[in-house]
């Protein structure tokens, strides 16, 4: 089963807003990355956050974690339009292999 | 290579053939992963390789799902007996470490 759940499912935003994407996961893990998927291909790491720390950017990324919640969540500020993809959390709950959640679809208008 | 290919990059076959798909990791490489993803759906695990160590087989679906990995680098996925369930994508993915994963283009597999 998938230990990584995303919130939303989609998302639909203009360019310029911000989008925030939620995933909440099940086991006690080493760390979360998330990942991007562009017209259902291969999948692009955005951002890696290790257990122990509680936030973490990248350009326009900002990820969170909180480990008691077992939840973590993606912002990108000032979205543009080439932001739009699915986006998917991973973990790897305490081993070598990633589990990956359902996705959040995201769309940004321009 | 610059990053992990996969071949082919489409693949229609007919119910109840054998078929392979083939992942050229990135050098170097210890660790290799296989992945279906369904449309619209996330990614479901399927078999990874860590060095020399035995390979995970926890998330193959079926006996009719095998993988080898020779010499540490290349992979290739075998499905026997395909059944029409068996429509996906299959990404390859490889890392040094458990952490930051590559990933290949995908096979898309379509069963008629």
């Known amino acids: 089963s998938q230990q990584g759940e995303e919130d939303p499912q989609a998302l639909s935003i203009q360019e310029g807003e911000n989008a925030t994407m939620n995933c909440s996961y099940k086991?006690?893990?080493?760390?979360l990355q998330w990942y991007r998927q562009n017209s259902g291909r291969g999948l692009v790491h955005l951002i890696l956050?290790?257990?122990?720390?509680r936030e973490k950017h990248s350009g326009r990324l900002r990820v969170t974690l909180d480990t008691s919640k077992k939840s973590s969540s993606l912002l990108i500020t000032a979205s543009r339009a080439a932001d739009t993809a699915s986006y998917f959390c991973?973990?790897?709950?305490?081993?070598?292999?990633?589990?990956f959640g359902t996705g959040t679809r995201l769309q940004v208008f321009p | 290579g610059a990053g992990v290919s996969q071949s082919p990059s489409n693949k229609v076959t007919e119910k109840g053939k054998d078929v392979e798909l083939r992942c050229d990791p990135i050098?170097?490489?210890?660790?290799l992963y296989w992945y279906r993803q369904s449309l619209g759906q996330g990614l479901e695990f399927l078999i990874y390789f860590q060095g020399n160590s035995a390979p995970d087989k926890s998330g193959l679906p079926s006996d009719r799902f095998s993988a080898e990995r020779t010499g540490g680098s290349v992979s290739t996925l075998t499905i026997q007996r395909t059944q029409q369930e068996d429509s996906a994508v299959y990404l390859c993915?490889?890392?040094?470490?458990?952490?930051?994963?590559?990933f290949g283009p995908g096979t898309r597999l379509t069963v008629l």
């Open positions: 956050i290790r257990s122990n720390e």
């Open positions: 993915a490889s890392s040094w470490t458990g952490d930051e994963q590559f």
């Open positions: 050098s170097g490489h210890t660790a």
């Open positions: 991973a973990t790897d709950g305490g081993t070598d292999k990633l589990i």
């Open positions: 086991t006690s893990i080493n760390n």
